[in-house]
């Protein structure tokens, strides 16, 4: 079974810049893809950014590119990846709780004719605990 553990969520003024770190691990960490999402008070959970385990290539949310970027660093014997998504310029809207997640049914993004968007939260097999990010105006 895959394990998550997120860290590096804080308190910042608008503006500011936050890094958090997904250590992976586990049986299936490394299939496909690792994702980070994001759940605001009384919002539904939305994709922020993942990134292909092997190939590297990474996909962004539309409310973050130019402001986030996602990359990895695996050990070198494979056993563990951290996944770090770094936060700039950070808007009062960014407020929320980041959670990463691992081991997709089919992959992290699903496309239907010709749209994609980020694959439902039900199609992730391991989810990490969440760390809280709030940023102030």
């Known amino acids: 079974q895959v394990k998550l553990v997120e860290s590096g969520g804080g308190s910042v003024q608008a503006g500011g810049s936050l890094r958090l770190s997904c250590e992976a691990s586990g049986s299936n960490y490394e299939r496909n893809c690792v994702a980070w999402f994001r759940q605001a008070p009384g919002e539904e959970r939305e994709g922020v950014a993942f990134i292909y385990r092997y190939s590297g290539a990474t996909h962004l949310a539309d409310s973050v590119k130019g402001r986030f970027t996602i990359s990895q660093n695996i050990s070198e014997d494979n056993t563990v990846a951290t996944i770090t998504l770094q936060m700039n310029n950070l808007k009062p809207e960014d407020t929320a709780v980041y959670f990463c997640?691992?081991?997709?049914?089919?992959?992290?993004?699903?496309?239907?004719?010709?749209?994609?968007?980020?694959?439902?939260?039900?199609?992730?097999?391991?989810w990490g605990q969440g760390t809280q990010v709030t940023v102030s105006s």
């Open positions: 997640a691992a081991d997709p049914r089919w992959g992290c993004q699903i496309c239907n004719g010709g749209v994609c968007d980020f694959a439902p939260e039900r199609d992730f097999g391991g």
